[in-house]
C-alpha cells in the first residue's frame, strides 16, 4: 500500500468527538508514532490519536530508558509527525524533567508542542503528584491526556517495568490518580500495565476515556508502533501484538543489496544516468587533447 496523506477536507479529530465516542461504546484506536512516514501511515488507515511517545528514546534513538529523552528531540520529532497528519489528533509527550519542576515549566513546555511542533495537545505521566502541573497545563487552553499505571519515567523508583495496581491499596491509589486528572479537567487518561480487573473499576469511577497498553479491554487502545510491526527486536512486551516482521523484512533487502553491490549486480542499466553518445565522443577528445 502506498500511503498518501488523507485528505485535507477530512476533519480533524477533536475531545468532544473522543468523548462521544465513549457514549457510544465506539473503541478509539491510538498509536505511537516518531516520524513523517510512519505518521502518514496511521492517518492514512483511521488511527484516531497518535502520540508521539517519549519510548522514542528506546525505540528510536537507542536509549534504555525514556530519561535521556530531551524537549528538542520531541519537539523535531513532534513536528515530522504533525506535518504528516492531517485527520488524527497529534499528542506530544512531555519529557521527563519538562513539567515536574515548576508549573510555570509545565506550561512553557507544553505550550511549545502547540506553537513550534504543531500538536493538539500533550501527555504527562502521573495523577495526584502532578496535579497541580496538571491543572496549570490544562488552564492554559492545552489538551492534557493524562497516563497513569506503568508510567516509565519513574522507573528509578519502581526499579523495573513491572504491573501496576496489583494489590487493592495500588489500585485505590491508581484510582486516586485518574479522579486527580479528571478533576483538572484531563480529556482522557492512559492505564499502563495494570490489571484488567482493575481497569474495569476504574471505567467505573471516571467519566473520561480510559485508553490502556496493557490494561485489558477499554475505551481504546495505544501500542507502540515499533511493537505492532515488529521493528523493535530487543524485547517485545507481553502485552503487546506483533502483526508483522518488517524487521526481518528489512534485514533481507539490506542484505540482498549488500550482495548485489559486492557480486557488481548494482546498480543496473535502470538506475544509471546517460549523456548523449555525442557528448560523450566530445568528451573523449577533450580529456585525450
Ligand atoms: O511513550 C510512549 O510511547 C507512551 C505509550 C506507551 C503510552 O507513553
Known amino acids: 500500500m502506498t500511503a498518501t496523506p488523507s485528505s485535507t477536507k477530512e476533519q480533524r479529530v477533536t475531545i468532544k468527538q473522543l468523548h462521544s465516542m465513549k457514549q457510544k461504546g465506539e473503541k478509539v484506536a491510538l498509536l505511537t508514532a516518531y516520524d513523517y512516514p510512519f505518521a502518514l501511515i496511521e492517518d492514512c ?20 530508558t525514556t530519561l535521556p529523552v530531551t524537549m528538542v528531540e520531541m519537539l523535531n520529532h513532534t513536528g515530522a509527525v504533525a506535518r504528516a497528519v492531517k485527520r488524527a489528533m497529534v499528542i506530544g509527550d512531555m519529557p521527563f ?71 487493592a491499596e495500588e489500585a485505590i491509589k491508581l484510582v486516586d ?61 507481553k502485552f503487546a501484538k506483533k502483526y508483522a516482521d518488517v ?6 533487502a539490506v542484505q540482498s543489496y549488500v550482495e548485489d553491490v559486492k557480486a557488481g549486480r548494482f546498480p543496473e542499466v535502470e538506475h544509471q544516468f546517460k549523456i548523449k553518445k555525442e557528448e560523450l565522443a566530445k568528451l573523449k577528445s577533450l580529456l585525450k587533447s
Do not use: W
Not at 473520561?208 to 523493535?232: S, T
Open 97 to 167: 524533567l519538562s513539567y515536574q519542576t515548576s508549573t510555570a515549566e509545565a506550561v512553557r513546555n507544553a505550550g511549545r508542542f502547540l506553537s513550534e511542533a504543531g500538536a493538539q495537545g500533550v501527555k504527562i505521566e502521573g495523577g495526584v503528584r502532578v496535579k497541580d502541573k496538571a491543572k496549570a497545563i490544562v488552564d492554559a487552553g492545552i489538551p492534557l491526556l493524562g497516563h497513569i499505571g506503568l508510567t516509565p519515567q519513574s522507573v528509578c523508583q519502581y526499579g523495573g517495568f513491572g504491573v501496576q495496581g496489583k494489590s
Open 247 to 252: 524487521s526481518s523484512i528489512a534485514k533481507d
Open 45 to 64: 488507515v483511521g488511527v484516531e490519536l497518535i502520540l508521539v511517545g517519549d519510548s522514542m528514546g528506546m525505540t528510536v534513538l537507542g536509549y534504555e
Open 177 to 237: 490518580d485518574a479522579k486527580a486528572l479528571v478533576e483538572v479537567g484531563a480529556f482522557a487518561i492512559i492505564a499502563e500495565c495494570i490489571p484488567a480487573q482493575v481497569t474495569q473499576l476504574l471505567l467505573e469511577e471516571v467519566p473520561v476515556p480510559v485508553y490502556g497498553i496493557g490494561a485489558g479491554e477499554c475505551d481504546g487502545q495505544i501500542l507502540v508502533i515499533h511493537d505492532l510491526i515488529g521493528l523493535f527486536e530487543q524485547f517485545l512486551p
